[in-house]
């Protein structure tokens, strides 16, 4: 679920910078028959990140046990989103 917020806030940002709307591109990408849900695609454009008890202890968790660098990523561009965002 990290991983799908982390893709779809950073898919919202490049939407943005070319002038497309998110929501369009979102209908699109669920409507992919390899996307099972829409769960977690929504972006808030005040809080294009992922904040939840279960992700923030669980993922850094994994992250640490397994040293497994695509979670350490994911891990750091939501602390950069949050950042951006003004969020501790």
Do not use: W
């Amino acid at each position: 679920l990290a991983a799908r917020v982390a893709f779809c806030c950073q898919f919202f940002d490049i939407a943005e910078r070319c002038g497309v709307a998110y929501e369009d591109l979102r209908e699109l990408f669920i409507l992919d028959p390899r996307v099972s849900s829409p769960s977690h695609t929504f972006v808030y454009r005040a809080h294009p990140f992922y904040e939840s008890h279960s992700l923030g202890k669980d993922v850094p968790a994994m992250a640490a046990f397994a040293d497994a660098s695509l979670l350490k990523s994911i891990i750091k561009f939501n602390e950069e989103q949050k950042a951006k965002y003004g969020k501790k």
